[in-house]
C-alpha cells in the first residue's frame, strides 16, 4: 500500500512550539484520511527547528465506491414531499428512481445512489490545502509581498518549500499536487543551513531521512535528545565530572539544533560562592546550557556544556569562547545582586508590600502576611512546632519576593528566602521554612515534614482556600487561574504525610477569624447578606461556615478522593467512608478506606456486604412504599423465628464490641467485630421473610434491617460499594 510524506519546510520554528505542532500535523491528516474512508496503518511525526513532517504508512490507493439505497416518499405523495426526495437524492426526476412495493405501506420510491471511490492522491490535494491554511500554531506570522493581500498564508515562520509525495515502495512516488500561499508541493527539501544548505530531492521517508542526515539534519527529536544526553553525560565524565540532568532544558535544547555538537566551557570558581540554583539557573536560562557537579567535592564545577548547531573547523573554540564571555558577564549580574540583595535585612522589606496588592477583595500582600503570622501561631501548637518560631516564619516567607535575585528569576522563590534567612542568622526552622512553605508544588514534589515549615505551609495554603471560597472565586470545570486545587491537594499530602490528626473545620473557621478581624465592613460583602448587620465576630464566622465552608469541605473530600485514587485506592471505598464521615479529620478517613479495603478481600466481608446491601435494598423499596422510616428497636416479642432471634441477640452483643473498638479508632477490630454478624445475616436471608402479611411483625423485620444497616454504617455506607 502506498506511503504518503509531508514536509513543511520554514524558518526556524520555537523549540517549544515543536511537540504540540507534531501532534497536530499528525492528528489532522490521519483524521481527514480516516474521514474520506482511507484508514492507514500507521504514523510518525518528526520536527527540527527548521521543519515538521509526518510520514503515514498503508493508505489505501483508492476509495472503496458507495452504493446505497435512499427510501423516499409513498407514490402519489404531494409534490413537496417528492420534490425534496429528488433534491436529496441528487436526482433530476422520478424517472432515475426505483418503485418497491411493501405488503403494508404500499408502493413508495428508492434512490439508488452510487458513488465511484476517488484516487487517495486526489483525495490528499483536496485536504492538504485546507490542512495547511487552518494549522493552529499558538502564534503566526505572514510575510512578502502578497502578505497583504485578503486570505494571505501565515504559519509559524515564512513557509519556504513543502514536501508532498505518495506512492508504494516498490514504484518512484508521486508528487501530490496542490497550491497554497504561492508554495506548490514538490519532493524538494534542504538541510542544515549551513554545513549543507543545498536542495535536495527525495522520495519516501527512508530516503529523506537518510539524505538530511548526510546534509547535517537529524529530524528524529527523540535521537536528537538521545545523542545530547549521551555525549554531553560522557563529556563531563572524561573530565571528571558528572552532568546535571534537566529533561525540561534537554527537550527545549533539541528543539534548537539540527545537528546538535556538544561542547564543554568554564567559568571562573570565584561564581562559585554564590548558590548554586543561582548558577544554574543563570545559566540555563540565558544560554540553554547544562551545569556539572564536582563529585569529589559534592559542588558544582566551574564548568558548563552547550549544545552548537554547527561543526566548526576550530573545533569550538570559537563557539566556547563566545558562551564563556556571555555566562561571565550573566554570572557577574547574578553576583551582584545576591550580594545586593544580602545588605537589606528580610524583615525591611515587609513594608513594601503594604503597597502591592495580594487580590483586589482580599487586601494586600501585608494584610495577607498578618493573617499568615496570626494563623501560624495559633496552629503551631496543634503540630507540635514552637509557636514564636512559626510566626517569624510566616513574617519573613515572602520576603524574597521582592529581591533582585527572584525578580530575575521567578522559580527560586522559596528557595533564596532561605538562603538570604540564614545569612542573616535566622534560626534553621525559620530559613527552611521560608523554602519549604511553598511544597508541595505538584504531584512529585516533597511535603514539608519540620514542624515549623508544616506550619507555615497550611496557614499559606489554607488562608488562600478560604479567602478565595468566601469570594466565591472557586475552580470551575478545567480552569483553576490562582490554583486552589493544587493548594487543597497540597494540605492534604502535608496532613497525611505527616499524620496529622487536625480537624479541617476548626482550620477553616481560625482562617476566617483573621480576614474578619482585618475589617469586618470589608468582608461582609463576601460572606452573605445574613451577616451585613453583625457587628458580631461569631456571627460572622456563622454566616461563613454556613454559606461557605461546607463547601469548602466537599471540594477537599473531593480532592482527598483523588489523592486516594493516585495512590491505588478503590474510589467506592472512598465514597463509601466519605458518606458517613464528615470531612475533617483526613488521618482517620484514609485509616477507615484502607481498614474496609482490607476487610472487604476477606469472604466474611463480602458475604457482610451482599447481606447488607441487600438489607438496605429491601428497607429502600418499602421505605418509599411506605411513606415512612423504620427505626429504632425491634420489639423482642414479636421475634418468632429462631433466625431473627439470633440476628437480634448478635447486635445487641456485638454492638458494643465494634463501638469500643471504633471509639479507640481501632478500625480493624472493628470491622472483625461486625463480621460476627455475617452467620446471622446469613441465617436470616436464608429463613425469614421479611414482606409478611401480619404488618407488626412486618415492621419489627423491616426495624431489624435497619439494624443491620446502622450498624455498618458506622464504618461505611456500605450501599455504595461496588460488587
Not at 563 to 577: K, N, P, S, T, Y
Amino acid at each position: 500500500m502506498p506511503d504518503l510524506l509531508l514536509e513543511f519546510f520554514s524558518e526556524e520554528i520555537p523549540a517549544r512550539m515543536q511537540p504540540r505542532a507534531m501532534d497536530d500535523l499528525k492528528k489532522l491528516v490521519t483524521d481527514a484520511l480516516v474521514e474520506q474512508g482511507l484508514v492507514y496503518e500507521g504514523a510518525k511525526a518528526f520536527a527540527t527547528p527548521r521543519r515538521i513532517a509526518l510520514a503515514v504508512h498503508g493508505v489505501p490507493a483508492r476509495q472503496k465506491d458507495i452504493r446505497e439505497e435512499k427510501k423516499g416518499p409513498r407514490v402519489g405523495a404531494p409534490d413537496a414531499a417528492v420534490a425534496g426526495f429528488l433534491k436529496s437524492a441528487g436526482l433530476t426526476s422520478l424517472d432515475q428512481a426505483k418503485i418497491e412495493k411493501d405488503a403494508k405501506k404500499g408502493e413508495f420510491y428508492v434512490a439508488v445512489i452510487e458513488k465511484p471511490g476517488r484516487d487517495a492522491i486526489d483525495v490528499l490535494a483536496d485536504i492538504l490545502p485546507d490542512i495547511v491554511r487552518k494549522f493552529p500554531w499558538p502564534k503566526s506570522m505572514r510575510w512578502g509581498p502578497g502578505s497583504a493581500q485578503p486570505g494571505a498564508l501565515s504559519w509559524v515562520r515564512p513557509l519556504h518549500a513543502i514536501i508532498a509525495t505518495f506512492g508504494p515502495e516498490t514504484e518512484d512516488p508521486q508528487v501530490v499536487p496542490f497550491d497554497v500561499g504561492g508554495l506548490t508541493s514538490g519532493n524538494v527539501t534542504y538541510g542544515h543551513r549551513f554545513l549543507s544548505p543545498g536542495a535536495i530531492v527525495v522520495r519516501r521517508q527512508d530516503d529523506w531521512m537518510a539524505k538530511l542526515e548526510k546534509a547535517k539534519v537529524i529530524v528524529d527529536p527523540a535521537r536528537r535528545r538521545d545523542i545530547i544526553q549521551t555525549e554531553a553525560k560522557n563529556l563531563a565524565f572524561a573530565q571528571g565530572f558528572e552532568l546535571i540532568e534537566d529533561e525540561g532544558l534537554l527537550a527545549e535544547v533539541a528543539g534548537l539544533v539540527e545537528w546538535p555538537v556538544v561542547l564543554m566551557g568554564a567559568f571562573d570558581d570565584s561564581f562559585l560562592s554564590i548558590p548554586a540554583e543561582v548558577i544554574r539557573a543563570t545559566i540555563r536560562n540565558n544560554q540553554k546550557c547544562f551545569v556539572v557537579r564536582d563529585p569529589q567535592q559534592a559542588r558544582l564545577a566551574p564548568r558548563f556544556i552547550l549544545t552548537s548547531n554547527m561543526e566548526a573547523a576550530d573545533g569550538g573554540k570559537a563557539i566556547v569562547a563566545g558562551n564563556e564571555r556571555v555566562i561571565r558577564a550573566r554570572l557577574s549580574d547574578a553576583k551582584f545582586f545576591y550580594e545586593t540583595d544580602l545588605k537589606t535585612r528580610l524583615e525591611d522589606r515587609l513594608p513594601k508590600f503594604a503597597q502591592i496588592v495580594f487580590h483586589a477583595k482580599l487586601g494586600t500582600q501585608a494584610e495577607r502576611i498578618a493573617r499568615m503570622v496570626r494563623f501560624a501561631g495559633l496552629l503551631a501548637p496543634m503540630v507540635g512546632a514552637d509557636p514564636v518560631k512559626a510566626e517569624r516564619a510566616a513574617t519573613l516567607c515572602k520576603a524574597d519576593l521582592l529581591t533582585e535575585v527572584v525578580g530575575e528569576f521567578p522559580e527560586l522563590q522559596g528557595l533564596m528566602g532561605k538562603y538570604y534567612a540564614l545569612a542573616q542568622g535566622e534560626d534553621d526552622a525559620v530559613a527552611h521554612a521560608c523554602e519549604d512553605h511553598y511544597k508541595p508544588a505538584g504531584p512529585g514534589d516533597l511535603v514539608p515534614a519540620d514542624p515549623v515549615a508544616i506550619t507555615v505551609a497550611l496557614a499559606d495554603k489554607i488562608d488562600t482556600l478560604v479567602g478565595f471560597w468566601a469570594i466565591d472565586e472557586k475552580p470551575t470545570g478545567s480552569k483553576d487561574p490562582y490554583a486552589l486545587r493544587r493548594a487543597a491537594l497540597g494540605v492534604i499530602r502535608i496532613i497525611l504525610s505527616n499524620n496529622l490528626r487536625l480537624n479541617l473545620g476548626e482550620l477553616f473557621s481560625l482562617a476566617t477569624e483573621g480576614y474578619l478581624e482585618q475589617g469586618k465592613i470589608f468582608m461582609k460583602q463576601f460572606v452573605g447578606e445574613a451577616a451585613k448587620g453583625a457587628d458580631d465576630l461569631s456571627a460572622l464566622k456563622l454566616s461563613y461556615d454556613a454559606m461557605t465552608g461546607a463547601d469548602l469541605r466537599a471540594f477537599f473530600a473531593d480532592r482527598l478522593k483523588v489523592q486516594l485514587r493516585e495512590q491505588g485506592a478503590r474510589h467506592d471505598l472512598a465514597d463509601a467512608v466519605l458518606a458517613v464521615e464528615e470531612q475533617s479529620d483526613l488521618v482517620t478517613i484514609v485509616r477507615r478506606v484502607e481498614a474496609l479495603a482490607k476487610f472487604l478481600d476477606t469472604d466474611d466481608g463480602r458475604n457482610l456486604l451482599a447481606g447488607t446491601k441487600r438489607a438496605a435494598n429491601i428497607l429502600r423499596i418499602e421505605e418509599k412504599k411506605d411513606g415512612q422510616s423504620y427505626t429504632g428497636d425491634p420489639d423482642p416479642s414479636l421475634l418468632k423465628e429462631p433466625e431473627e432471634i439470633a440476628l437480634a441477640q448478635a447486635m445487641v452483643s456485638i454492638a458494643p464490641e465494634a463501638s469500643e473498638a471504633y471509639a479507640r479508632e481501632d478500625f480493624a477490630a472493628a470491622m472483625a467485630a461486625m463480621a460476627k454478624l455475617r452467620p446471622a445475616v446469613d441465617a436470616f436471608f436464608d429463613k425469614v421473610t421479611v414482606n409478611v402479611d401480619d404488618k407488626a411483625l412486618r415492621a419489627n423485620r423491616l426495624i431489624l434491617l435497619n439494624r443491620i444497616r446502622e450498624a455498618t454504617r458506622t464504618v461505611a455506607d456500605f450501599s455504595r460499594i461496588e460488587g
